[in-house]
């Protein structure tokens, strides 16, 4: 691992005002060796993502063996790194934050390990982060709008909160730090899932989010006729496979390889299915009895499917039809990244939740468990 190839990673830095209580944040659960250091003023002084991207886009999809090691290489260089470009030593550092789960264990094994390494020999407090609820408190560090100009508020607890990533897809209600509501969720793939493996039928390359969301940008989206799965049943779960099924089922009767035209109107299709479902299953959220009596004030969408923009824009329009403010993370921070644990290691510090006895890293780790 070079330095030249991290440099092309940096996210640059913000400062205003204070510096407040330091955090050191590292994630390593999936593809991204990433570390940030963030202030208790939201200020974030220095990120490092260092994407594996490259390294398993010929198998199309993260192998996690390749990932573990990965990892290896890069974690001393990244926090060295992120480190240097913050003008800080180890001493800077009020807290140390890591992803100890859910994700690939090889991976959450790595950074977990830095972090006790730095944090055992420093005498520094170490904070374990659920990466879910890294996902989930980032908008509190940074909010953005649909078009991800800068948001008007500040995202205040209790928020509504749909939560749609690689891995997840959940309805939440964020009562506060550690205070998760489950109010619906994926009953088979997560929404994430479904765009990486529409993109592979497609042969369009991994991850597929950012791909299927470019070319529906360009396309017709009644062009075919997905189905939106259990829109016309009660309740907050979603149901994600009958829509992958439909896509298979639509291209058995097409010869690869496809029109520019069709793969666009194919994508704005599928992507318009996924949109209607988030925004029904979401109508039906506001309505059950644990949302309406916590009257949460905001609507926010995280995890790395926060970044696409037809979810961004529809959502905003239903927060404003509910009187409701409508907030994201900034583009940068919606997928994996280090600041959103140093953040969510910030918020947990506040409250006194730090390591004080050895623990096992996590692979599976609902919010509902914190
Ligand atoms: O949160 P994340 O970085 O990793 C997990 O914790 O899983 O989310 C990655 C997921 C992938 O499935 C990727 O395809 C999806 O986020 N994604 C998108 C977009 N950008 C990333 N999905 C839809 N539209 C996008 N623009
Ligand atoms: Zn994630």
Redesign the pocket.
């Known amino acids: 691992m070079t330095n030249d190839k991290i440099i092309q990673m940096d996210m640059g830095t913000s400062v205003s005002g204070a510096r407040g209580t330091v955090c050191l944040g590292i994630e390593s ?2 593809d991204e060796t990433s570390a940030a250091i963030v202030d208790s003023n939201k200020n974030i002084l220095a990120h490092i993502i260092y994407s594996q991207i490259p390294e398993h886009q010929r198998y199309g999809g993260v192998v996690p063996e390749l990932a573990a090691r990965a990892h290896i290489l890069a974690i001393d260089t990244v926090i060295r790194e992120t480190l240097a470009r913050a003008n800080m030593t180890i001493d800077d550092i009020d807290v140390i934050a890591a992803t100890a789960g859910p994700g690939l264990i090889g991976g959450v094994l790595i950074g977990w390990m830095a972090a006790t390494g730095i944090a055992q020999s420093t005498g520094k407090p170490l904070v374990a982060v659920n ?1 879910l609820e890294g ?1 989930a408190l980032v908008p509190r560090l940074a909010a953005a709008t649909a078009d991800d100009s800068a948001a008007p508020v500040a995202v205040e607890f209790p928020y509504l909160l749909m939560l749609a ?4 897809c959940q309805i939440l209600l964020v009562r506060g730090v550690g205070k998760y509501e489950l109010i619906g969720q994926t009953l088979d793939d997560s ?3 479904a ?2 493996k529409v993109s592979k039928m497609l042969g369009l390359g991994y ?4 791909i ?2 470019k070319h529906a940008s360009m396309g017709i989206p009644r062009a075919f006729d997905f189905p939106r799965p259990l829109t016309d049943k009660p309740g907050c779960d979603f149901s994600f496979s009958g829509i992958k099924t439909a896509a298979r089922t639509f291209l058995s009767k097409y010869d690869a390889p496809y029109s520019n035209e069709f793969i666009n109107d194919f994508c704005a299709s599928f992507q318009a299915a996924v949109v209607d479902c988030i925004i029904n299953r979401l109508e039906h959220a506001m309505k059950t009895d644990a949302v309406k009596a916590a009257q949460p004030k905001t609507l926010v969408v995280a ?3 926060a ?3 037809a979810i961004r824009t529809a959502m905003e329009k239903l927060a404003r039809d509910n009187n409701m403010i409508f907030a994201a993370p900034p583009m940068k921070l ?3 990244n280090g600041a959103m644990i140093a953040w969510a290691g910030l918020e947990n510090y506040k409250i006194g939740n730090i390591v004080r006895e050895p623990i096992a890293p996590r692979p599976r780790w609902p919010l509902t468990e914190l």
Do not use: I, L, W, Y
Request: hydrophobic share 15%; charged share 20%.
């Open positions: 659960s999936c990466h996902h990533s690689g891995g997840h929404a994430g899932e765009f990486d991850p597929g989010g950012p299927v969301d995890g790395g499917v970044k696409n923009s919606c997928t994996d």
